[in-house]
């Protein structure tokens, strides 16, 4: 079995976010970086594929950007890639999802992946729209938000998580594009042999003009923070009298 597991390297949502020049994206220069976490729950369910099969799983781990994202390729290969593919480009950040999905599917289409899997969604733009591009451009079926998982054969049985704590079940063959949601598997910590190893596996380079021959769908005009507004009342007099007012502004503001 043949698996691509597609990540990406995002911001530390800890970190002190500034706007940058051109006020479209955020000033990378002093954040820190980590993998996505949903896509974290890809890379550890690919990884219990290749256990429960044995020894006749490959996974490809697939991520796009600059120079640093080989750090997380490094990660997923510690937690048990097979090998990486750094697809190089170092504006990234500005590629709308069609256009990101399309060079995932460019270098996907000739290689034969029973299974894709990606995060739900980045933990950056949030777009959800990645993984089902994705199998839009490689005709395949996508399912999405997956939070449980069962490989039988060539069949999967998987629930989906909707809206309301509600969850459905679907059953569906392969090949096929799966996106991973929170609560999916606990990813596992790489041990430092498997840290050891990872150097050692081989991450190819390609550059994303060899891919990538789709215009923007979608433009970023400008990004900012929330305007803070303050709209904070306070009441000064007697306890009576504060009730009153009270009683006055709760019924006013719930007929505007």
């Known amino acids: ?81 097979d090998r990486g593919v750094h697809v190089s480009d170092d504006a990234s950040a500005r590629k709308d999802p069609w256009q990101i999905a399309s060079i995932i599917a460019a270098f996907a289409i000739d290689k034969q992946f029973d299974l894709i899997f990606t995060g739900m969604q980045s933990q950056d733009r949030g777009s959800a729209q990645v993984g089902v591009f994705t199998a839009e451009r490689l005709g395949i079926p996508c399912v999405t938000t997956v939070v449980e998982f069962v490989l ?9 998580e909707l809206e309301g704590g509600v969850k459905m079940i679907v059953k569906f063959g392969l090949p096929a594009v799966v996106t991973c949601q929170l609560g999916l598997n606990r990813p596992r910590y790489p041990t430092l042999p498997n840290i050891m190893k990872a150097r050692q596996k081989e991450i190819k380079s390609i550059p994303v003009s060899e891919l990538l021959n ?13 305007e803070k507004k303050n709209h904070a009342v306070v009441l000064e007099g007697e306890v009576s009298e504060l009730a009153d007012r009270v009683a006055v502004m709760l019924k006013e503001k719930s007929f505007r």
């Open 1 to 81: 079995m043949k698996i691509l597991v597609c990540v990406k390297q995002v911001a530390d949502m800890e970190s002190a976010f500034k706007i940058d020049a051109a006020g479209t994206w955020i000033d990378e220069r002093e954040i820190a970086f980590r993998m996505n976490e949903y896509d974290e729950y890809a890379v550890e369910q690919a990884v219990r594929i290749k256990e429960q099969r044995e020894g006749d799983t490959d996974i490809t781990i697939l991520s796009i950007g600059p120079q640093r994202v080989t750090e997380t390729v490094k990660k997923a290969l510690a937690m048990g890639g």
């Open 152 to 160: 039988e054969g060539g069949d999967v049985t998987a629930a989906r």
């Open 214 to 226: 789709e215009d923007p769908l979608l433009s970023v005009e400008k990004i900012y923070h929330p």
